[in-house]
Each structure stands twice: as C-alpha cells, then as structure tokens.
C-alpha cells in the first residue's frame, strides 16, 4: 500500500476533501501528508512521461549540433548563422502555437528544447564572428534567457539544469577573483522559484550554489582576505558556519518538505558538523589550524555568517513544532561555538610560539572531553525521546571517537587502555537497558 500512496497528487486530493467534509483535523491532515511525503514531487518514474521527452530533445539539441560540427568548414557563413538560429526560431513558434492551443505539456517541452539550444547558439555565434570575450559571460546570457521560461512554466526540469550552470558560473568568477551585480539578482531569482515551487533536487543544487555565492560576495567584500577561504585549515570554520546558516533558513521551509527528505536533510548537514568536531580531536590537526589562525587570523565574514545563523535560528524557534529537531540543531550550534571560540582568542591575543603548544594541549583535551560528552548526550537524548536511530547514532560516535584514540593513544597506553575499557562496559549495558526499557 505505501509504495502506491507514496508521493500521490491524487491521495492528497483525497485527504483535502476528507479534511473540507470534517472527517479529519487539519492537523490528522499534515500528518497524512508527512507520513505519505505528498508535498514532495512525485517520483521521477511518475513523471517519465515529460522527464524522458525532455531528455530525448536534449539528446536531439546534441545531435544537431554534432552534425553540423562534422560539416562546420564546408558550409558558408549563411548557413552556419542558420544553422544556430533556425532550431531555435521553430522551437519558439512551435511553442508559442501549442500554448495558444492550451496545450501546455507541448509548449513546455518546446521551450525547454528552446531553452537548451539558446545556449549552444551562442557557442555557435560566437564561433562564427570569433568572438573572444570573457567566456563566461556566454553561460550568464543562457541563464538570463532561461529565467523567463523556468518561471512561466515552473519547470523544475530546467532550474535544476540552470542551477548546475549557475553554480558553474560562480566558480569561474570565484576563480578570476570577480564579482558582478548579475550574482545577487540570480541567487535571488533562484532562491524564490525553490520558494515557491519546493523540490528536494533543487534544494540540493542550492545548497551549492548559494555557497559559492557565498564565496564570491565574501570575494567583493574582503579582497585583500578572499585567498583564505581556500585554506584547507580554515575550512572547517567556514563550512560549519554556512552549514548552520543554510540550516536556519531551512526551519522557516522545511513545512514544504516531506517529512523523511526533511529529517535525512538535517541529519547530514548536522552530521558534517559532527565530523569538523571530531577533526580538532586530533592533535596534530588542530595545531596546523591553531598555527594557521594565529599567524592569519579568521577573516571577518566567518564571523558574520555565524551571527547571522544565529539570528535567524533564534526567529526560527516559534516556526518549529519539533522539539527534538530544534535541540539538535541548538546542540550544533554549541558544537561550532566551541570552535569559534578559541579561534576568536587565537585570532586576537599575541600568542608566541612556546605558549601555542600550551593552547593546543588545553585546547585539544577539552575538546576530547567535549566530543565524549556529545557522545553520551546523543545517545540518552536518543533514550529519552525513544529514537534508535540518535541512539544508534550516539554509540557510532562513540566508536570512532574510540577508534581515533586507539590510533593516537593519546600518548599513553595506560590511559587509552582505561578508556577503553570503561567505554567498553558502558556500551553493554547502555544496550542491555535500552533493550529492558523499550524492546520489551
């Protein structure tokens, strides 16, 4: 029964007219749609139907291509100015007399094959009049044109496209150090479709692409600095504060989102902040870090994306019902607070190199005790709310955490031998009473 409710446009009918003749609560209705994630697209295999016919005239855009390539030189400038445009002018005829029509499904489709050849048009423009200006400008002109029809027809086929090309587009401006007002107002005009129409694909690419536009404001505002948010010891400081930034934000969209996609959504992200944690477990990790920050500092804007999460997290917190999911997302918040702060004082105080040894060893057992701590809380949160899989979540942690000890021995065999066996008895019987209190 699940596998042919799951994702049905037409069982969501259904329960809106159960909730409109008072059969069931709104709230009876909301848990309907979670538990069966109908406020997801429908899956890819429900919508092959236009899916696979858009795809079919991507492969054809291809193939012209290619069959003109292979008689590019013999044909005259006419022909090959023709033979760009003319794909494109039909396409936008056929499309703009199937809308007339009210056949909508044949209008999308012709545009999105419209869409898809105005950018290999470009390329072939610009090939016959060898022009030989800022290649990327070519991929910000296709965006341009695509927009239009991305928001007329709502096609999520197209923004996922358009999304990828746009993330490509800011990393070669990231690349050449450049900044253009066209970022904003793309980020912006992205950000608002996956509003308005919610899709976890698109979601994801966003999760990209707002993070290097991120990097690419970050590039126009702090130029002299822009080089560090390459540094691979900065990055888990940066990363962590972007990913509580984007989690934030999420609270105020993840209604949109089925249940399951929205859970799985937040764990991963919350579980790549778990990991930076577990990075400064290790000695010498955080000392190349802790050396890194004191000779260069933190650049202002990891600070500014940090106060910003933070804000919108506290606005978040009358739009969140589950209780559960605001203490885990406040607990990453504590997390990466516990790696801002010494990077602060290292950032700050004049620190010499015999007492920056002293740092890193405070800095590195309180950070082991700390990450044992998140451990034990993870696994009787998990207990006290009667969720195995934060349970089975915590012990993992746990595990490798032990594991990373082991490797290390934190330089004494007794103490690693101690550890490990009282974690070793604390795990069995942390079993043997979730097993008593609850599989019973």
């Known amino acids: 029964m699940w596998s042919h ?39 890819w295999y429900r919508q092959s139907g236009v899916l696979i016919k858009a795809i079919s005239l991507f492969i054809v855009a291809m193939g012209i291509f290619l069959l003109i390539s292979a008689n590019w030189q013999n044909l005259p400038m006419p022909l090959q100015m023709l033979a760009g445009l003319l794909p494109l002018v039909v396409a936008y005829v056929v499309s703009i007399r199937a809308y007339l029509r009210g056949d909508m499904v044949s209008a999308r489709l012709a545009m999105i094959f419209a869409s898809l050849i105005f950018g290999a048009n470009i390329a072939l423009q610009a090939q016959i009049f060898y022009i030989s200006a800022y290649y990327p400008d070519g991929i910000l002109w296709w965006i341009i044109g695509a927009l239009p029809v991305i928001f007329f027809f709502q096609s999520t086929f197209l923004a996922v496209i358009f999304q990828g090309l746009f993330l490509m587009w800011l990393f070669w401006q990231n690349e050449f150090f450049q900044f253009s007002l066209w970022s904003p107002v793309l980020m912006l005009a992205f950000g608002y479709f996956v509003y308005k129409k919610p899709h976890w694909l698109d979601l994801l690419f966003m999760l990209g692409s707002f993070y290097m536009f991120l990097v690419n404001l970050i590039i126009f505002v702090e130029e002299k600095r822009l080089e560090r948010i390459y540094e691979i010891e900065l990055m888990p400081l940066f990363f962590s504060a972007y990913i509580l930034l984007f989690l934030s934000i999420f609270t105020f969209i993840k209604k949109d989102y089925a249940g399951k996609f929205a859970v799985n959504f937040q764990t991963a992200l919350q579980t790549i902040i778990v990991f930076f944690f577990y990075i400064f477990t290790f000695h010498d990790a ?37 209780k559960s999911a605001r203490t885990k997302l406040s607990i990453a918040f504590g997390i990466v607070g516990l790696l801002f702060v010494p990077a602060l004082f290292l950032s700050f105080a004049k620190v010499e190199a015999d007492q920056l040894k002293v740092y890193v060893d405070f800095i590195f057992m309180g950070m082991n005790i700390l990450f044992f701590a998140y451990c034990i809380w993870k696994i009787y949160h998990g207990i006290g709310t009667r969720e195995k899989s934060d349970f089975m979540r915590g012990i993992f942690y746990l595990l490798i955490w032990l594991i990373g000890r082991y490797i290390i021995l934190f330089e004494d065999y007794l103490t690693t031998s101690i550890i490990f066996i009282l974690a070793g008895v604390g795990l069995y019987y942390l079993n043997n009473y979730w097993n008593k209190k609850f599989e019973s």
Not at 20 to 40: H, M
Not at 294 to 305: E, M
Request: proline share 5%.
């Open 5 to 43: 409710l799951k994702g049905s446009e037409r069982f969501k009918e259904e329960i809106d007219w159960w909730q409109k003749q008072g059969w069931v609560s709104p709230e009876q209705a909301n848990l309907l749609i979670d538990s069966y994630e109908l406020n997801l697209a429908p899956p």
């Open 286 to 322: 955080l000392e190349s870090v802790a050396k890194s920050i004191a000779s260069k500092g933190v650049p202002a804007s990891f600070y500014a994306l940090l106060l910003i999460a933070c804000v919108l997290h506290w606005q978040g917190r009358e739009v969140s019902e589950d």
